[in-house]
Each structure stands twice: as C-alpha cells, then as structure tokens.
C-alpha cells in the first residue's frame, strides 16, 4: 500500500464488554435477567434465568487473538480446520480491547483515524428477553450509561461508541434515543430483526415506530444494522428437528452456513424498511449495514426491482433507488468490494475490519490490497470520505 494523505475512517471496530458495563447502573429488580454465574469453575452468562453459551467467555478475560479467523473466512483452509482450530491459543484481554484511551492509540499505531466502538456481548440481549422489554430496556440503558461515563460518545472527535436501542416499546426507544443523544451520540444501533410483540414480531418500518424515526430524522445520525442474533437460527432448527440448541455464531456447520442466518436477516430488515415506507416519510433517515457482508446484496436489489415491476403503484419511489439513496454496506474483506460499487454507488461503501475480533483484520489497512482494483478516488470514498460524511450528518 502506498501512503495516502487522507485520515482512515474504519466503521467497525468492537469492544469487549466488562461485567460493570451492563451490572454499573442496573437496577435491582433486573439483576436476576443479566447474572454473571460460575459453573465448575468458570464464569458463564444466565440471561433471563438461562444458562447462555452464545458466548462460551462472556468475561472476556481471554479472548481468540485478533484476525485468528481471517483465512477461514476467505475460505483458505486446505486442511478442513475447524474455526477453533483456526483460533488457536486464546490471548489475554488487551486494555485496547474494552478501554477508549487505549483502543485510541492502537489506532495511532495502525493508521487508523476514527472509528465506531461497536459492543460485542450486547447482541446477546434481546432475542433471549423478548418477552421481557423491560429488561431489554434496563440492559441497554446500564451499557449506554457505563459508555457515557467511561468514554463519551465522541471521544477526542475519532472514536465513536454505539449505543444500543430495542424498540419494543418506542416511547422507552424515544427516551433513550434522546438520552444518549444529549450525551452526544452520533449513531444509534437497532438489532436487524423483527421487532418482538406479543401478537408475535413485526415490522421496525411499521408506522407505530414513526417516533423513533421521526427523531432519528430531525437530529441528523444514522442507525448501525450491525449483525447480532436476530433469531434466523429458527430456520435451522425448522430443518434439523430443533437444531442444537442455543445458537452459538462460531459453531459452524454446513448446512446452518449455507442458510445464511445473517444474510436473511439484514435482507429483511431493510426490504421492512423500504416497502414500510420508512424512507419516504422521513427522508434524512441513513442505515448502514455492518458486518452482514454483501452475498445478500444483489438478490435484494433483483428482488425489489422485480416487485416495483410487478406492483409500480405500491411505492412512492422504485425501491432501488430508496436503497441506493438511504442505505450503506460495509462489505466483508473477502467480498467483491468493487461490484458492491457497481450495484449501489461508491458513496454508499464503508470500509470495516472487525477488529480486534478473530473474524476480522489483524492489521486493518490489509484491506487496502482487498480494493487494489479501485481506482484512488473510489479508495479515498471508502476508506475515509463516505463514514467521515455520516459522522458529520452530511448528505450526498
């Protein structure tokens, strides 16, 4: 990679979530849904009363070693190793793995300017305590708060945290959206699924959410559609006679791989989104998908073509084109990055590495040679300008 004279804007680093972040500002009656419990000997989660193996550490005090994943991933693995195998050794946690001062000189020392600080064990949440929205509402509220306290969320103008919001209940989703707004959030996350209800889920692009949008629409942001466990294992288990359980994202198997979990999901959300009509009734709204990758991209974008088509009148606007104008992709290393320009627009591509994830890019500036078929303006778009423009509220 030749130096460039442009900051590097990277759209998907994480952090490790200690316990306090979620126990800290807690109240009480919920601490029984969120337990941190030790069997034989090891600590493990008990959300809502149920053991969890959805992350077998849930303490992060040893974690698999940055970018460990990466060859699995881009499907190099002649020996069929299993992703553990892959892993290797764990590593100790890392300071820069859950604290903003030091995930911020980390970036000094690979090249990066600014990026989102995306929570890790948070995504265990809501699929777990549908049935609980209090619950949901109480988990998130605890993170966002330790996130205020412990590092802004707009540490020194280049780091930016997530902030987590459920909408089962949007007057809550109102409320917290204003809280962390006020503490100066500059992206909101919304788990890609179907919004839990009693009568079963339902649409985030149904006009009963319209408060929500309607903020998100007058103070500028942009939601994160980062992927989570949305509940598509279902779908596995309607096939393998209730699966194996629990889903747990690093168990891989062939026929769960191939079903695309994750890809179903980010596909849905969004399609809820356009055809809900969320993007017509509030036209400053911006979604970036995150870590879904962009094997889903072009059938979506086939199938909305081929419905306008079909039912011209039942949108106000042809669907791709809402698309194209309101949603951004953070595609995978492994993804064709320059046929996701072709398909929606080298101003809607964000650069992502995952890091410090195993799934993600030791050394995130690799991805320059992912893109070395990008031409320097295309490069310029993805690696700074296009996230650079969301985390300022510009429009393009």
């Avoid at 849904?33 to 849930?58: C, H, M």
């Avoid at 987590?164 to 699924?193: C, Q, T, Y």
């Avoid at 042809?318 to 953070?330: C, G, K, L, M």
Wanted: proline residues 7%; charged residues 25%.
């Amino acid at each position: 990679m030749s130096a460039v004279d442009y900051p590097i804007y990277d759209v998907d680093r994480h952090f490790y979530e200690p316990p306090e972040a979620f126990l800290r500002n807690l109240p009480k009656q919920f601490r029984k849904e969120f337990q941190y419990v030790q069997i034989n000997g090891r600590t493990k989660l008990a959300v809502g009363g149920v053991l969890s193996d959805y992350i077998p550490n849930p303490t992060f005090d040893v974690v698999a070693a940055p970018g460990s994943h990466e060859k699995w991933y881009r499907g190099e693995n002649p020996d069929g190793l299993s992703l553990r195998e892959f892993g290797g050794e764990p590593v100790p946690s890392d300071p820069s793995f859950f604290d903003g001062a030091a995930h911020l000189r980390v970036m000094d020392e690979q090249g990066v300017h600014a990026g989102l600080f995306i929570p890790t064990l948070a995504s265990v949440i809501e699929e777990r305590l549908a049935h609980k929205p209090e619950a949901i509402a109480a988990l998130f509220h605890s993170s966002n708060q330790w996130l205020a306290e412990e590092c802004g969320f707009a540490r020194d103008n280049r780091l930016f945290p997530v902030p987590m919001i459920n909408l089962i209940d949007v007057d809550n989703a109102v409320k917290e959206l204003d809280f962390v707004l006020a503490a100066g959030a500059r992206v909101v996350g919304v788990r890609p699924a179907p919004v839990a209800g009693v009568t079963g889920g339902r649409s985030m692009g149904f006009t009963e959410f319209d408060p929500f949008w309607a903020r998100v629409n007058e103070a500028g942001i942009f939601v994160m559609l980062h992927v989570s466990d949305s509940g598509y294992d279902k779908i596995n288990s309607w096939w393998t006679a209730g699966g194996k359980g629990e889903f747990r994202p690093f168990e891989k198997d062939p026929f769960s791989e191939v079903l695309d979990w994750m890809g179903r999901a980010i596909s849905d959300t969004l399609t809820a989104l356009i055809c809900h009509g969320v993007f017509d009734r509030f036209p400053n709204v911006r979604v970036a998908s995150l870590e879904n990758g962009s094997a889903w991209l072009e059938p979506l974008l086939g199938r909305l073509n081929h419905a306008y088509k079909k039912m011209p009148k039942a949108f106000k606007r042809h669907p791709v084109e809402a698309f194209r104008r309101h949603v951004f992709v953070s595609p995978f290393y492994e993804d064709p990055v320059a046929k996701v320009i072709e398909l929606v627009g080298v101003e809607r591509v964000l650069f992502g590495s995952d890091w410090p994830h195993p799934e993600g890019l030791l050394h995130p500036l690799d991805f320059f040679k992912d893109i070395e078929d990008l031409d320097d303006v295309q490069t310029k778009r993805v690696m700074s300008s296009n996230l650079k423009g969301l985390l300022e509220g510009t429009r393009d």
